[in-house]
């Protein structure tokens, strides 16, 4: 029965002689949990996002506590999922735990558990990955960058312990085999980056496309690059002869149009 307790004790007595009787130890009837949709191996989350956390339950348990651990559950090692500033959460099935940003690890378990009564918990069996976030601003896809001016480019990130990122670039919107930087010092969530017409090994005269899309990672993480969402145009620019317009051409006669691409 749905009769959760640690003190349940059993009565038997003779149907015809209520002095016959034996009464049990006490005993506990527990409800139990069980986590679904475990988080996989394969899967990997950002921080600052949300994650679904779902369970199913037997028996009356009104709240519950959640918590999460960075070392594949090791004893000593679960951090609360706090509630707003309460550790209880109602049970409703399943919490969205917001992933902060000192989560970041290969090792997350999480684990839920009973807030009161009898214990009952389930947790999480196999690591899953918490990585490092990134959302790349400009260019985002439509832009127009004049290959003749220098371009900044910005994003957001999302992970306290990263401190520096790489920087690629795919010319035909698929594949990034363009390292503008490798491993650049960042500092606070939000980053700059000025891509220079006199770039060392890709300047964007040297990249002209329609079909561009920038790709920004942490350093020590692939997983975690995020790219322009659509492709945006590095546009060339021609200049002519300053020649022209200050001769006049004759019918039948030859004149050489000169003109540079930058």
């Not at 709240?63 to 090791?74: C, D, E, F, L, V």
């Not at 957001?156 to 920087?167: A, D, H, M």
């Amino acid at each position: 029965p749905d009769d959760i307790s640690s003190t349940v004790k059993i009565l038997i007595e003779d149907s015809s002689d209520n002095e016959t009787k034996k009464e049990s130890e006490a005993f506990t009837i527990r409800g139990d949990l069980k986590l679904l949709a475990l988080p996989l191996p394969t899967v990997r989350f950002g921080v600052n996002s949300p994650l679904l956390i779902s369970w199913q339950q037997n028996g009356t348990i009104p709240q519950i506590r959640a918590y999460y651990s960075k070392t594949s559950g090791s004893v000593g090692s679960w951090t609360p999922i706090m509630n707003g500033s309460v550790a209880e959460h109602p049970n409703a099935g399943s919490i969205s735990w917001v992933i902060p940003e000192t989560a970041m690890t290969n090792n997350a378990r999480v684990k839920i558990e009973a807030a009161s009564g009898p214990a009952a918990s389930t947790e999480s069996s196999v690591d899953f990955k918490i990585m490092a976030r990134f959302e790349v601003l400009n260019p985002d896809g439509g832009e127009i960058v004049p290959a003749e001016q220098n371009y900044t480019i910005t994003w957001s990130k999302w992970g306290t312990s990263v401190t520096s990122v790489n920087i690629d670039l795919a010319t035909d919107g698929v594949t990034f085999d363009k390292r503008l930087e490798d491993s650049i010092a960042i500092t606070g969530s939000n980053s700059t980056y000025e891509w220079r017409t006199d770039h060392p090994t890709h300047p964007l005269a040297q990249n002209i496309t329609k079909t561009a899309r920038i790709r920004i990672s942490d350093a020590n993480d692939i997983d975690s690059a995020n790219a322009s969402s659509g492709t945006f145009i590095i546009r060339a620019k021609l200049t002519l002869s300053p020649l022209i317009g200050t001769v006049d051409l004759k019918v039948g006669g030859k004149f050489y149009i000169v003109m540079e691409a930058g």
